[in-house]
C-alpha cells in the first residue's frame, strides 16, 4: 500500500479545483443559505479536541432549527441526549467546528466552518422551544466559511432513493445494545425501550 504524504502527490491524483470551485468560499451568509437553514432539519457537527481526537455528532430538529442572528453567526439548539457530550467538550478546548446542513431529498449540501462556544439560558433559547422543551444551552457559531457541496456522494451512495434502502441488513438497535452496550438487559426490555415510546421521550 503506498501511502500519501505530500500535497504534491495529492495533487497529482486528484488535481487542481477549477477556479469556480476554489472561490466558491465566502465568510457570510447569502439570502440563499438562510433558505436552506430555514429548510434544514438535520446536521453534522465535527470537533476536535485540544490534541486532534475528532467527533462528529448529527444534529436534528424541525426544519429551521438553526437561528440565524446576524449573516455571520448561527446558533443550534441543544436538545437531551445520552449526557456524553463529546462535541461539547471539544469546544471548550478547541472553538473550531465543522457543519454540514442536509435537506432530505436534495444531494447538495451546505457546509459551515466556524469558531464556536456555548451558551446558556439566553432569551433567544425563546425562539427554540419545540413541543414546549425550552433548551438550557446552544451552540454559537461564528461563521468563517461557508459554501455548497455537489451532490455526487448522494447520488453514488443512493441515499434518498427508497428502492435502494434496507435497514434491516444491520442488527437491530436492541440487538446492538444487548450485544456490546446492556448485556445484562432482556431482549424484550431492550426492544420496548427502543420501541414508539422512544420517539415519544424526545423533548423530555
Known sequence: MQRITTHDELREIIGTPIPRVAAKVRRALHDLDRDWLAASPFCLVA?????GNLDVSPKGDPPGFTLVLD???IAIPERSGNRRADGFHNIVDNPH?????MIPGRGDTLRINGRACLVRD???????????HRPEMALLVEIEEVFYHCSKAFLRSRLW????????????R???AKTIEQPQASMAALEEYYGPAYAAKLYE
Open 47 to 51: 470537533t476536535s479536541d485540544s490534541d
Open 161 to 172: 432513493e427508497p428502492a435502494s434502502w434496507s435497514p434491516s441488513d444491520a442488527p437491530s
Open 174 to 176: 436492541p440487538v446492538i
Open 97 to 101: 467546528v465543522g457543519l454540514i446542513y
Open 122 to 132: 439566553d432569551d433567544l433559547f425563546d425562539r427554540m422551544v419545540v413541543h414546549r
Open 71 to 73: 449573516p455571520a453567526t
